[in-house]
């Protein structure tokens, strides 16, 4: 008896669920889940689907897919709702598809989402997740024709069509693409989160997929990392958005990925990124995959180490279920390699057409006749041509659909929207290049003498080439996806028309060149502004300094672009969500000396210290300790840096929580990567003349970052540390760390170091800040701290906490694991207690005291525990990329600290650790049979 062979997606889906149980599904920052624990969520999730379709909103993540593969194993169609959406687009999808249930993948914001509809929070849907279902999850049993999922289109009126696309199309395309990119449990694959469909190909052949933050995919060096991180095999791009990545990483930076193959989709790939991906990503193979949504897959080929100029444009040969078919300007068919517009025959890959669009259907799904026949084509928007051994060359974009960074913007429904804002007779959007801006979306347009003046009067448009008003931007970004708003109108006397065909001839469109801005007050002196508006391709003037690169229609692409011109302009590394959520005025505040002097909350008239990192772990601990120590008439005045929640109110829950009292605590509202602190020069003067001493405990701690990174955010805000000092006639207690030293070895010294392999970019940014300090003069105590520990509120963020929290959760150790760590009380009482330093001292607060797990309790080989630790797979890569961390027994010479902390508290060293009761509190249950850990 032969089994039945599997020939839908759904069937394939449960299939690899039953499979590879036990194996890694689906991670992102903050779920993990194997095959089988998707299973089980895929159960949980089913009980409250409807028998329609339904919608799933939120960012893609762990959450979101398991939505989604639920919606699919069960054979219930889904349409993405994206957040960032406008709310009007997210009611006109659900209302044409006739929804009335979405599933959660984030909450949804205030009246964002209709109030009729009924929403599923996915995250206590599989709250409590097992291992593996009860019993092996079911394919739902699907026809050929019905809806796997279906797409809603760019949006360009706020009504975006949806694309209905059939089981049948999708199983056909994911056999056929097998032949190129096949998958299988060793890969690693990256979630491109704007091509969300490309989840479920991986998932029927056992492979993981990444997926990363929305910050880290428009950051290149973010992006970087997280491949990094996660060892990924494999990601899609659009060539845009790949184009933006190549520019922001270097060869070396690039030798550390784990990229075999890059597939391209959505645009043109030219040569110029084929050359470059090839020169910084030389073991990766490229693939240009040509697909539509309409047709799904169409053809796809291999990029990297093409030679052939003929081969320019090509993007292969039709899979065997689709014919390429170019006509000519009168529907008849061309001869190959003669240019005309793209359409593609088959009956199994064509979707039926737009859900309650038929006059749109009937316009792009064509009833031609060829050869006599009657054929059903479906008009690309593509112009190519096809040789004669049937590979496809795409040219571009036709007049009825445009890509821009992209996006697809339907040129006809954009024209209908413009329409009601400028007055015209003819008009067309265009896509061109523009000097120094790349492309850009222009609206040509013709207009009489009536309408020219109505223009003028209500918006200010002039004749020729003028950049987007600022009122006209305006009021179009509340009605239109960003992408969709031109950032030029070029007034024509005349529509340039083809000489044989009659019809427009797009390449005769003028050029955008030499446009000067028309602010009338010149260009805007902010940095931020100036570099978004060039990024937007508007004028200074259409900017709102009060609202932020997003907030303003900044798209994801847009961003990147924005990211990387601050860092140029401002030559300092730039934090991605503040460039895409600050506002554009305190964005160039935060990042510029000629930034608006921040106004102090209070006087600055009192003697005291200044404490950086009040708010942080340790700083809070300080914030504590120096309370105690202080006369009653000094204060302490605590640097803490505005961001989303006021910062008073950040001060005074920490002092709350501490038990200080808050008259003895003077906020300073600013930040050490602004020059004098961003303070105005009184408020700046007066905090030097009352400050005797500062305890610079703020640092960047994101063990991730690349090392050159780390040590020039760390410079900028030692430099300006240095600077208050020498100013103020103070001292300064510099909280470093241990890892200044390797995690073994030793007896290191209390004097200066230099890198060594394998520094950690937290390491060598300590290292930096430690030479800085040194070179400064300044009388400075620097103190050398290990991890860092409080009995009753551990650290989420230390990762000996992270690797006790993971062990305690699996009753299991690794083999040999010993480390350092030391009271976070203590450290902090040793910081805010030191005398006064004459000059330089060092200081390692790194007793022999050390921690182990108790005898008796199961230990594993490393692998075996790092593979199955409950850990995020970002928390098992920064383990892995350092094994050393998990034995780190290193030798820190320390008498002098043991020395100073004696005449602090008058104790000796072994008050600074306890090991036992650090155990006892960590593993819980495992430890109370085992009192005795290592103290050595």
């Not at 990229?259 to 990503?281: F, M, P, S, W, Y």
């Not at 003669?338 to 859900?355: C, D």
């Not at 300073?668 to 009184?682: E, K, M, N, Q, S």
């Not at 692998?863 to 290193?890: G, K, M, N, T, Y």
């Amino acid at each position: 008896m032969h089994e039945k062979p599997i020939t839908t997606v759904p069937a394939q889906l449960a299939l690899a669920l039953q499979t590879h149980g036990a194996r890694k599904a689906i991670t992102d920052a903050d779920l993990s889940l194997t095959y089988g624990q998707l299973a089980d969520c895929i159960q949980r999730i089913g009980a409250h689907l409807p028998d329609g379709p339904v919608a799933v909103f939120g960012k893609p993540g762990t959450l979101f897919g398991a939505a989604v593969t639920a919606c699919v194993v069960l054979g219930r169609p889904f349409v993405h709702l994206d957040p960032a959406m406008p709310q009007e687009v997210l009611g006109n999808i659900l209302s044409e598809l006739g929804i009335d249930l979405v599933l959660l993948a984030e909450p949804a914001g205030p009246a964002q989402l209709p109030a009729h509809i009924r929403n599923i929070d996915v995250a206590q849907v599989i709250a409590g997740f097992a291992d593996a279902p009860p019993a092996p999850i079911r394919a739902a049993d699907v026809a050929p024709d019905d809806i796997i999922y279906l797409v809603a289109t760019s949006g360009t009126t706020g009504k975006p069509k949806c694309i209905p696309v059939t089981q049948d199309a999708a199983y056909l395309s994911y056999l056929w693409r097998d032949a190129y990119t096949p998958y299988g449990p060793d890969q690693i694959v990256g979630i491109y989160i704007f091509a969300i469909w490309e989840m479920f190909r991986p998932l029927r052949d056992g492979a993981q997929l990444c997926i990363p933050r929305f910050a880290e995919l428009m950051n290149p060096e973010a992006l970087l990392a997280f491949l990094i991180r996660h060892r990924v095999t494999e990601m899609l791009f659009t060539p845009s958005a790949f184009d933006k990545m190549l520019q922001g990483w270097t060869a070396k930076a690039a030798a550390g990925l784990a990229l075999r193959r890059v597939i391209l989709n959505g645009e043109v790939v030219t040569d110029a990124l084929i050359t470059a991906a090839q020169a910084k990503l030389a073991d990766a193979t490229l693939w240009n995959l040509y697909s539509i949504c309409e047709t799904h897959d169409i053809c796809m080929t291999q990029v990297s180490g093409q030679s052939d100029p003929r081969n320019a444009g090509a993007v292969g040969r039709a899979m065997p279920y689709l014919r390429a078919v170019v006509l000519d300007d009168h529907d008849q068919p061309c001869p190959p390699g003669t240019p005309g517009l793209l359409h593609f025959e088959g009956a199994r890959m064509l979707g039926p057409g737009y859900v309650n669009r038929p006059e749109e259907t009937a316009l792009r799904f064509r009833a031609v006749t060829i050869a006599g026949q009657a054929t059903r084509l479906y008009d690309t928007g593509d112009q190519g041509y096809v040789t004669a051994d049937g590979m496809i060359h795409v040219m571009g974009r036709v007049a009825h659909m445009l890509k821009l960074r992209g996006h697809s913007i339907q040129t006809r429904e954009l024209t209908d929207s413009l329409r009601g804002f400028v007055d015209c007779a003819s008009a067309l959007p265009w896509v061109q290049d523009v000097p120094g801006q790349g492309k850009a979306l222009v609206f040509y347009y013709c207009a009489d003498a009536d309408q020219s003046a109505a223009n003028r009067a209500r918006w200010g448009i002039g004749a020729g080439q003028v950049r987007m008003p600022a009122g006209l931007s305006q009021a179009l970004r509340a009605e239109l996806p960003a992408y969709c708003v031109p950032a030029y109108l070029v007034r024509l006397e005349a529509m340039p028309l083809h000489p044989v065909s009659g019809k427009y001839d797009y390449k005769a469109l003028p050029p955008i060149t030499g446009l000067v801005t028309q602010d009338a007050g010149g260009a805007d002196p902010r940095a931020s502004m100036a570099q978004a508006a060039l990024v937007m391709g508007c004028e200074t003037a259409a900017l709102d300094p009060d609202l932020s690169f997003h907030d303003q229609g900044g798209d994801s692409l847009m961003a990147v672009t924005f990211l990387l011109a601050l860092e140029q302009h401002y030559g300092r590394a730039v934090d991605f969500d503040f460039a895409l959520n600050v506002p554009l005025g305190r964005l160039h505040a935060l990042l510029s000396d000629t930034a608006p002097k921040i106004q102090a909350q209070g006087r600055f008239d009192r003697p005291g210290l200044l404490l950086t990192g009040a708010t942080g772990f340790l700083g809070s601990r300080v914030l504590a300790a120096a309370a105690q120590i202080l006369p009653q008439d000094e204060v302490i005045y605590c640097l803490i840096r505005p961001k989303r929640r006021d910062p008073l109110d950040r001060l005074h829950a920490i002092a709350a929580a501490q038990g200080v009292d808050p008259a003895r605590l003077v906020l300073v509202p600013a930040g050490i990567d602004a020059p004098r602190f961003g303070l105005c020069d009184a408020d700046y003067a007066a905090l030097a003349n009352s400050t005797r001493q500062v305890i610079h405990c703020a640092a960047m701690v994101n063990l991730a970052v690349d090392r050159d990174h780390m040590e020039s955010w760390s410079k900028a805000g030692i430099a300006t540390i240095v600077q208050f000092c020498q100013e103020a006639g103070a001292d300064l207690r510099f909280s470093s760390s241990s890892a200044v030293f390797p995690d073994q070895g030793g007896r290191y010294p209390e004097a200066a170091t230099t890198i060594y392999p394998q520094c950690s970019g937290y390491g060598a940014a300590k290292i930096a800040a430690e030479a800085q300090i040194a070179a400064s003069g300044v009388p400075a105590a620097i103190v050398r701290l290990p991890s860092l520990y409080d009995l009753h509120a551990p650290n989420p963020n230390d990762i000996y906490e992270i690797i006790m929290a993971a062990c305690a959760r699996m009753q299991a150790v690794p083999e040999g694991l010993t480390f350092r760590m030391i009271d976070v009380a203590a450290a902090a009482q040793f910081l805010a207690g030191l005398r006064a330093p004459a000059g330089l001292a060092y200081y390692n607060l790194t007793p022999d005291i050390y921690t182990s797990p108790p005898q008796g309790m199961t230990a594993l080989p490393v692998a075996d525990w790092l593979r199955d630790a409950p850990l995020s797979e970002a928390e098992r890569a920064l383990i892995a990329s350092d094994l050393s961390v998990l034995h780190a027994r290193a030798t820190l010479d320390h008498g002098a600290a043991q020395a100073m902390w004696m005449q602090i508290s008058g104790l000796p060293c072994q008050a600074l650790s306890d090991p036992a009761a650090l155990i006892q509190a960590r593993l819980g249950a495992a430890a109370r049979h085992h009192k005795d850990p290592a103290l050595t």
